[in-house]
Antibody, heavy 122, light 111 residues
């Protein structure tokens, strides 16, 4: 069965960096695009970024562009999110999610991890 | 302010039918991009409910259905059950943002 397990969250002061990981299993990781989606406490979902199956294409939400970098290691079935210059408004639960094949539809998250909490505070 | 607009809340009694709207614009739903719907039960990760406007993943009851017209989409839930009480989100692609967007979410209360 598809499993996505995020890690790397924690408390970090403003301006610092953090790297999130998402370990994937139960499917052929290298054939699927992957998303990061976040949810600030008590608020709705916000799309963060997507990376294509081979890592050649990456797109970002406006609020993280230039500060966050999505990447992947297909040899280790792992997705990453490097977050630099963190701000208090970046505090959220960060979910990784698998992208449905583009032959079926675009930008659809068919499986989600349980999330990892990032708190940006001094 | 979300690019896709949903009502903050809807409610219905057990057995009733409710609908949740998702209104976009010419750069997302109106351009023909697919709408997807997610259900988020309290304290859990979102779960895909409807993809590609009208399709249900395996395991999702046929009480849930989706539709799309023009710059709007709707999620309908028939035969409302207590376990349907959750937050519901729509999602699409937006060409002016070159990325995905979510609606603000709708809290469904089963009376």
């Amino acid at each position: 069965q598809v499993q996505l397990v995020e890690s790397g969250g924690g408390v970090v002061p403003p301006g610092r960096s953090l790297r999130l990981s998402c370990a994937a299993s139960g499917f052929t990781f290298s054939t699927y695009g992957m998303h990061w989606v976040r949810q600030a406490p008590g608020t709705g979902l916000e799309w963060v970024a997507i990376i294509s199956n081979d890592g050649s294409n990456k797109y970002y939400g406006d609020s993280v562009k230039g500060r966050f970098t999505i990447s992947r290691d297909n040899s280790k079935n792992t997705l990453f999110l490097q977050m630099n210059n963190l701000r208090p408004e970046d505090s959220a639960v960060y979910y990784c999610a698998r992208d449905m094949p583009p032959t079926i539809t675009l930008f659809c998250c068919d499986y989600w991890g349980q999330g990892t909490l990032v708190t940006v505070s001094s | 302010q979300s690019v896709l607009t949903q009502p903050p809340s809807v409610s219905g009694a057990p057995g009733q039918r409710v609908t949740i709207s998702c209104t976009g614009s010419s750069s997302n739903i109106g351009s023909g991009y697919d709408i997807h719907w997610y259900q988020q039960l309290p304290g859990t990760a979102p779960k895909l409910l409807i993809y590609g406007n009208t399709n249900r993943p395996s395991g999702v009851p046929d009480r849930f259905s989706g539709s799309k017209s023009g710059t709007s989409a709707s999620l309908a839930i028939t035969g409302l059950q207590a376990e349907d009480e959750a937050d519901y989100y729509c999602q699409s692609y937006d060409s002016s943002l070159s990325g995905s967007v979510f609606g603000g979410g709708t809290k469904l209360t089963v009376l």
